[in-house]
């Protein structure tokens, strides 16, 4: 739980940006090719490779301010209302159990796009969960986000640049990020169990999760490059670690407040709770 944002992030000297949501200090990509999709007035599912998230807001939320988050997601990623056709809302935000209901509504997509929540192409057995892949897509993007912003970190070099913006786009120059800009690090880590210290095995690591990617959206897009990722892996060591230390943290903590809320209002659900101050929430499953 937490405040909701979007930040537009565009890198100097660099016909390149990324989009970045936050819920408090925890963070994900809002890349070209992710797919959001409203499912209810106040709830979207966020759909990353081998995540799924969930990012619901208070009932008290005005209709202006999600028309303007919709507006968004338009511009920004692949998104879609799945009730467009219906002209209703099939779930209601307030509904026992949502969490739950959505993914039964939304998963036989994902499976028909190789994607299972908590199950990306290179998970091994039990060693990372859907939690460990989230943690790491945060730290991975407040790594991409710190190169970026930081003159001179991230060059040319680092990047390949594919693909043209459809005429409508209004800058033709510029390059939307790739949701493999920062899937690519998390799928390293999740091959080798962690950030190596081993070169050789970094770069075989590197070179596998590259060659399972390549797909044209219709849209320019970025990704970094071989050298790029390796250049910048021996960073993101301690974004995981510091990640991770600081999810579990906050995970003991929206666990507490769920069981209390239980306990003290069955059956109610966090859109209607009066400790949301009109925060957003994004829950992840």
Known sequence: MG????????????PIFATVCFVEDFQWPLAKDTV??????????IILPGLLYGLQFPSFCSEEHIN???EVFKKFCCYSDINDNLGYHELEDSE?????????????????????PGLSSFRVLDQNS???????????????????????TLTTTHINISGTNPPNVLHQDLAYASTSVFSYFVDVVELDGGV???????VKDVETVISESHHDIGFKVWNLNKVGILAF??????????????????????????????VNEEGETSTKSNKDDGKGILIEH
């Not at 959001?36 to 599912?45: E, G």
């Not at 989230?134 to 407040?142: F, H, L, V, Y």
């Open 130 to 152: 859907c939690f460990l892949r989230a943690s790491r897509m945060s730290a991975t993007t407040k790594l991409i986000t710190d190169i970026m912003v930081h003159s001179g």
């Open 196 to 202: 190596s210290s081993n070169y050789d095995y970094a």
């Open 233 to 262: 892996m021996h960073s993101l060591k301690a974004f995981v670690e510091k990640e991770e230390k600081f999810l579990k943290e906050k995970k003991q903590k929206w666990e507490e407040i769920a069981a209390s809320k239980s």
């Open 36 to 45: 959001v999709l409203r499912m209810a007035k106040n709830t979207f599912a």
């Open 3 to 14: 405040h909701f944002s979007i930040n537009l992030i565009v890198k100097a000297n660099c």
């Open 96 to 116: 026992p159990n949502y969490w739950n209901k959505l993914k039964q509504h939304i998963e036989p997509s994902l499976v028909q796009l190789g994607q299972l």
């Open 68 to 70: 303007t988050l919709k």
